[in-house]
């Protein structure tokens, strides 16, 4: 990476691509585009409240992970919220109220936060804090879901605060999809997707990408039975290792090169669809972003996190501001420490480097190391 990398000017950029393809993909629905436009505007907006901030020495990311729940009703085979013990059936009574993650919000948007990505758990068990985000139109809030609690309430919901857009997760086909969520959930997710295109709302697909998978997920036969179903985003969420045995299913370099190179290849031949790859090309924005880079993860009690991966933090934005945890001691330790640049096999360098993580914790806490008070919670995707 070269040593004049502007990570500020990268992010935007990036930002603009996203609403720029998101502009494009909505054309046909007059709606859906008039939102993306106002939203366009409000998206420069915060672009500038981010580079003012800079300029007094924060650097705030446009992206922030939420985890509003740590329940949820599937049991998803590896899901690495359940390995960690951080999903659970029934949720834990500590965890942040809908009037909590409201006043969090909307310091985001004051911060010029453009997108919170809601996960879980199953988010969508926590309709009072979805109703609370469509408050905030100036943030879009891409909820990672399972699609089982999609009902005619939250369609409504949907149709009413466009800024609320489902992401339904999959493996690829029926067989691939069942084996992973459970007998009958692929044929409830495409039901889910058809209900959502029916009344012209803009959804999404989210695909955890594997060794296994990575063709066929990117293939045009599958894209093509997204796209004619209304679906108009893609998210690829790459396979991080968390069960022993498992580690050959990360996407290695040669991986991340391919679905690169095919999601530019898909953008020219999807126009009506946004492409979007998590973690995505990570040398060329000088290594990992999470930590505050890029973005950053509140679980559902409120511990402030690199990342949905990394479950550690030195604070809980119940005592404080999303403004001093982006200076949390830990997240500046991870940037400037190296971490997030280090080579790593595959998924999450995080994940893989947990040991110096918990390393650079034990220092801030006289040796005793501590994942954060309150379990990671990481959308099951």
């Not at 629905?29 to 901030?53: C, G, H, L």
């Not at 999959?170 to 997710?189: H, K, M, N, P």
């Not at 999601?263 to 973690?279: C, D, H, K, N």
């Amino acid at each position: 990476m070269e040593k004049n990398f502007d990570l500020q000017a990268y992010l935007t950029r990036g930002v603009e691509k996203i609403v720029a393809d998101s502009l494009k993909a909505t054309l046909r629905n007059p709606r859906q585009s008039a939102f993306m436009m106002k939203f366009a505007a409000a998206a420069k907006k915060a672009s500038q409240k981010r580079a003012e901030e800079k300029k007094k020495g924060l650097h705030v990311p446009p992206f922030l992970i939420a985890s509003i729940t740590s329940r949820c009703n599937l049991h998803c085979a590896g899901c690495y919220s359940r390995c960690n013990h951080a999903t659970v059936d029934t949720a834990p009574v500590q965890q942040l109220t809908a009037a909590e993650w409201l006043l969090m919000f909307r310091e985001a948007e004051q911060l010029g936060i453009s997108f919170i990505l809601l996960a879980g758990g199953e988010p969508m068990l926590r309709r009072d804090i979805i109703e609370a985000a469509g408050k905030q139109q100036n943030i879009i809030f891409p909820i990672f879901t399972n699609g089982t609690c999609l009902d005619q309430d939250y369609l409504r919901l949907f149709d009413r605060c466009r800024n609320l857009i489902p992401v339904l997760s999959l493996e690829g086909d029926r067989t691939a999809t069942d084996s992973r969520r459970g007998a009958g959930i692929y044929d409830r997710l495409l039901a889910g997707m058809d209900a959502l295109h029916a009344k012209g709302l803009l959804f999404g697909a989210s695909v955890t990408v594997t060794t296994e998978n990575i063709r066929t997920v990117s293939s045009r036969g599958f894209l093509d039975g997204l796209s004619k179903r209304g679906c108009r985003l893609v998210v690829y969420v790459e396979f991080v290792p968390v069960t022993e045995g498992s580690e050959s299913l990360a996407p290695g370099d040669a991986e991340r090169e391919y679905l690169k190179n095919e999601i530019t290849a898909l953008r020219g031949e999807y126009p009506e669809m946004v492409f979007v790859s998590f973690p995505g090309d990570e040398k060329s924005s000088g290594g990992c972003i999470a930590a505050g880079r890029g973005f950053f993860h509140i679980n559902s009690h409120g511990g402030a996190e690199p990342c949905p991966f990394s479950p550690y933090s030195d604070c809980n934005v119940r005592d404080t501001s999303l403004r001093k945890a982006l200076q949390s001691e830990l997240f500046h330790a991870l940037r400037s420490g190296g971490v997030l640049a280090d080579d790593h096999a595959g998924g999450c360098v995080l994940y893989e480097k947990r040991e110096q993580v918990e390393a650079l914790l034990a220092q801030q806490h006289g040796g005793k190391t501590d994942a954060t008070d309150s379990p990671a919670d990481v959308a099951t995707v």
